[in-house]
T-cell receptor, first 114, second 114 residues
Framework: GNSVTQMEGPVTLSEEAFLTINCTYT??????LFWYVQYPGEGLQLLLK?????DKGSNKGFEATYRKETTSFHLEKGSVQVSDSAVYFC?????????????FGKGTLLTVNP | DTGVSQNPRHKITKRGQNVTFRCDPISEHNRLYWYRQTLGQGPEFLTYFQNEAQLEKSRLLSDRFSAERPKGSFSTLEIQRTEQGDSAMYLCASSLDGGDQPQHFGDGTRLSIL
């Protein structure tokens, strides 16, 4: 079956530090890959996506590249801000059976200190 | 685009009672998904609808759970004879058709069983 593995948190960084959150996946088909973010007290929001190998998704300074050879989709940001403090979820959507349900990782809590 | 709306935001009930949650998707979205999220975990798929048809149910969805989407618009999720283990955040998402279409999430309904 499909699965997503994220690096365990929590991750604590100082403002302007470099961020990497690792994500690897197992899928039977050719999945689309997503990063969702959940700010305190809010629902999940799509951060970025990539739909095929070597695609790079980017948004709000965050980037992730779909690496089929390593089955990875690591999230990076060059300079984090306090406002980036949130839980980040890596997810995949596998069109097998035309379902497109999302399989999520457990989430990584990021805290950015001023 | 008013987003996905879920009601109520919070529900506290005694064990053994029945509860019903409502989800109003983004109006032009034909797919609607229900997920469950417990503390420290990523959302887990429960069921999904393509218009009014319920096309897949997870094994997580016991016989006490039932979901409907009459006329392909809003959806309801009912839990009968609630148990302690049902305590969780219940998330609704909607999307256009296709594996690369992002799912847009509501803020969820938090269920607490006393």
């Amino acid at each position: 079956g499909n699965s997503v593995t994220q690096m365990e948190g929590p991750v604590t960084l100082s403002e302007e530090a470099f961020l990497t959150i690792n994500c690897t996946y197992t899928a039977t088909g050719y999945p689309s890959l997503f990063w969702y973010v959940q700010y305190p007290g809010e629902g999940l929001q799509l951060l970025l996506k990539a739909t095929k190998a070597d695609d790079k998704g980017s948004n709000k300074g965050f980037e992730a590249t779909y690496r089929k050879e390593t089955t990875s989709f690591h999230l990076e940001k060059g300079s984090v801000q306090v406002s980036d403090s949130a839980v980040y979820f890596c997810a995949l959507s596998d069109g097998g059976g035309s379902n497109y349900k999302l399989t999520f990782g457990k989430g990584t809590l990021l805290t950015v200190n001023p | 685009d008013t987003g996905v709306s879920q009601n109520p935001r919070h529900k506290i009930t005694k064990r053994g009672q029945n509860v019903t949650f409502r989800c109003d998707p983004i109006s032009e979205h034909n797919r609607l998904y229900w997920y469950r999220q417990t503390l420290g975990q990523g959302p887990e798929f429960l069921t999904y609808f393509q218009n009014e048809a319920q096309l897949e149910k997870s094994r997580l969805l016991s016989d006490r759970f039932s979901a409907e989407r009459p006329k392909g618009s809003f959806s309801t999720l009912e839990i009968q004879r609630t148990e302690q283990g049902d305590s969780a955040m219940y998330l609704c998402a909607s999307s256009l058709d296709g594996g690369d279409q992002p799912q847009h999430f509501g803020d969820g309904t938090r269920l607490s069983i006393l």
